[in-house]
């Protein structure tokens, strides 16, 4: 086994996993959870919504929530808070979601962060794939031994494995979902429980018809090991800390050898085993030996396959030798393996963002996007987790020459979270920020500086206006319809809150649907303008009239225009990401939004190829005014939207010498939203002063927008 042994508190019952249950507020057991790593668990997505008080098959992630659940600890039974680290929403075969009534689906994982002290959670169990014939067995979220029920994979059908009880003994039942699916015969979990089928009821009543042997009996399907392996690798939510020596090869090996050479020269036996041993305490996992040592070999390859084991003993050793420290964190810079933040570093940032004001919480991606504007970021993540995990994998802000360390993108953002908040909670933060810079050798003014860049920020957002997004996918079915899909974002990115994308609306319809969802969304102090309309369209939907549609409800006095009513853009991801090789453009281009140049496109039929030539020459270009006739014009529109220009403006009408493209010209970019807002009210009242039909393509980099695809469950399916 090595001298570094395996996470876990305590060993458990070979007979049985740890059984983790997931609490509601009342404290009630809404489901059941295994260990998946040194602090995280695993149970279904229905399971945590089901906590949360919500729709079982809510789609939408829980981003700033928090569930409780409860486990066996060296202390006994604990209760410990954990939120969604990684979401794998429930959704039909057809990618749709889920409604009341299916019977099965695929998806529905959640792993939850455990907020818990280290060694805390028990060790994770074995897991192998899931196969016809294996006898398994569930138990209850509660834990009790007494509710286990013993089951058989009596078939498996992709992602679903259809699993019969015995005639005795427990039934599975609610309170059952999430749990492992224990193969005592293999030592390891095999699936988790999903779901039961339950006997048919009378037409029009939830009363079971008498039993009948013709009627299902103890039938429940669970999602086999494989699928799940599937679902989370894809994510990144597997912990690769079970890497192998062999695995390692290239730069791994190099960075190995000097590791080795490193120990040798800088820790003797006697340091090398007390070292080792508080290193194995920090990584939560176990140790061979009070009084031996490990080898130096084994001290350096835990360090390599052990993605935090290398910032933690740089904690351990750099008060006391901060040249071997520096030399190990060089050579750790050759393997992809390593991460930046020691456990305890790790935890206690989580644990410092979980207890700031929800206010701050909610502007955590404005603060992401502004703090990594030089490097290459997603800051589209589902979770804070996911957010953390992207920003931990990046090495430098870009700032520093090649002869400085580079300060982390990590720490830059928190400093620009910590300019966001009070003093002591700001404090708080940047105690962290220092203690990591320090600990990673980083000159404390280069990181000063980046906190001065940060309140140079604050300050010049103070007073800005934020608008609350409604973001609408529109695209086209069959004649005179369209499919419509919605989101809200108020701040923390956009969520879902439409349901059924397979439903099409005429134009009128979608103007009601619209306007249902914008009349709850309520302005706040920091959000008091209108909220901003995003139609999300493909390139053949850029001229789509939807800011003309109107609701025509007979219930209503107003008619509820859109664009009239709401400052409504249009933004167009195809051609956006068609050449991924813009981004860095468009990226650069956003950032100039208030200081960039303008450029007008005029003339009878000018060529797209020379507006290409033009714009690839003025980086600094950020709007372009586009006054050409019909025929050419979307070739000029979409030519300039595909190089990553962020505003473009034009008159959907029949006519050039536009009067839109003359009257939008006065208005400066963070304006024109609202601009051409006014002026569409304008032209219904005054038609012969405003002529126009403005259509104004917004394409903000700050914005996230949602992926654009398809995407308990019941206790008693």
């Known amino acids: 086994m090595g001298w570094f042994r395996s996470a876990g508190a305590v060993d458990g019952d070979p007979s049985r996993p ?38 079982l098959f809510d789609p939408r992630t829980p981003r700033l929530h928090e569930v409780f659940v409860t486990l066996d600890t060296p202390q006994g039974i604990e209760r410990y808070p954990a939120r969604v680290a990684h979401w794998v929403a429930p959704r039909t075969r057809d990618g749709e979601v889920v409604r009341d009534g299916d019977t099965e689906w695929l998806g529905d994982l959640a792993v939850l962060r455990v907020d818990a002290p280290p060694g805390s959670v028990p060790a994770p169990e074995a897991r192998i794939a899931m196969s016809v014939g294996q006898k398994v067995r569930a138990w209850h979220g509660s834990g009790h031994t ?35 699916l224990w193969c005592e015969q293999d030592g390891a979990v095999v699936g988790l429980v999903a779901a039961h089928f339950m006997p048919p009821c009378a037409p029009g009543s939830d009363t079971a018809l008498p039993h009948s042997p013709q009627h299902l009996i103890r039938r429940s399907w669970g999602i086999p090991w494989q699928r799940v392996e599937d679902e989370l690798r894809r994510l990144g939510a597997l912990d690769n800390e079970d890497a192998a020596l062999d695995d390692l090869d290239g730069p791994d090996y190099f ?51 052990h993605p935090r084991a290398l910032a933690a003993i740089s904690e351990i050793l750099r008060p006391r030798d901060s040249a071997t420290t520096d030399r190990m964190l060089t050579v750790g810079r050759f393997s992809h393996i390593p991460l930046l933040l020691s456990p305890r570093e ?49 090495s430098g ?22 300019a966001l908040c009070p003093k002591p909670r700001q404090s708080d933060l940047r105690l962290w920020s220092d203690g990591v810079a320090a600990r990673l050798g980083i000159p404390l003014s280069a990181l000063h500086e980046r906190r001065s860049d940060a309140e140079d920020w604050v300050r010049s957002v103070g007073n800005r206006p934020r608008h609350v997004r409604v973001l609408a996918q529109v695209t086209r079915a069959e004649r005179g319809r369209h499919r419509l899909r919605i989101w809200c974002d108020e701040g923390t990115g956009p969520r879902q809150v439409s349901t059924d994308s397979s439903a099409s609306y005429s134009a009128s319809e979608v103007a009601r ?43 209503q006095v107003v008619p509820g225009v859109l664009g009239v ?40 039929s000018p060529d797209p190829h020379q507006i290409y030539y033009q714009l690839l020459g003025r980086l600094d270009t950020v709007r372009v005014a586009v006054d050409v006739p019909p025929g050419p014009r979307d070739a000029v529109v979409q030519m300039c939207l595909a190089v990553g220009i962020p505003v473009v403006v034009w008159d959907r009408g029949p006519d050039t010498d536009s009067h839109v493209v003359k009257h939008m010209a006065q208005l400066a970019i963070p304006e024109l939203p609202d601009g051409v807002r006014v002026y569409r009210a304008n032209a219904r009242a005054h038609p012969s002063e405003f002529p126009g039909r403005p259509v104004l393509a917004w394409a903000d980099a700050n914005c996230a927008v949602p992926r654009l695809q398809l995407t308990e469950p019941q206790e008693s399916a």
């Open 18 to 55: 740890c059984v983790v249950s997931v609490r509601r507020a009342d404290g009630k057991s809404a489901g059941a959870a295994l260990v998946l790593g040194s602090d995280t668990v695993l149970t279904c997505a229905h399971v945590v919504n089901d906590a949360l008080g919500r729709a």
């Open 146 to 180: 007494a509710t286990f029920a013993d089951l058989t994979v009596t078939a498996l059908d992709g992602p679903v494995a259809y699993l019969d009880g015995m005639a005795t003994g427990m039934a599975i039942g609610p309170g059952y979902s999430g749990g492992p």
């Open 255 to 305: 960075a190995m050898r000097e590791l080795v050479n490193a120990i040798e020269k800088a820790l003797p036996p006697y340091t090398r085993g007390e070292i080792a041993r508080q290193l194995a305490r920090e990584c939560g996992v176990g140790y061979g030996s009070a009084v031996t040592p490990p080898t130096t070999g084994e001290l350096a390859a835990f360090l390599l396959t």
């Open 346 to 394: 790790r935890r206690h940032l989580h644990q410092l963002l979980r207890r700031l004001e929800p206010a701050v919480r909610l502007r955590f991606p404005e603060a992401v996007r502004e703090a990594t504007k030089r490097v290459a970021v997603p800051v589209d993540g589902d979770t804070l987790d996911v957010l953390l995990d992207q920003l931990e994998q990046r």
């Open 397 to 418: 802000d870009g700032h520093s020459g090649n002869d400085a360390l580079r300060v982390p993108v990590l720490l830059r953002v928190v400093e620009y979270i910590g």
């Open 513 to 555: 649907e619209l306007l249902r969802v914008l009349d709850t969304v309520a302005p706040t102090a920091e959000n008091a303008g209108r909220p901003l309309v995003e139609v999300l369209v493909d390139r053949t939907g850029l001229n789509l009239p939807v800011d003309e549609w109107e609701a025509r409800d007979p219930d």
């Open 565 to 604: 009513e709401f400052p409504l853009v249009v933004h167009c991801p195809e051609l956006l990401h068609r050449n991924g090789r813009f981004l860095p453009d468009w990226q650069r281009r956003c950032q100039q939004l208030e200081s960039g140049e303008t450029l007008v496109v005029s003339g009878p």
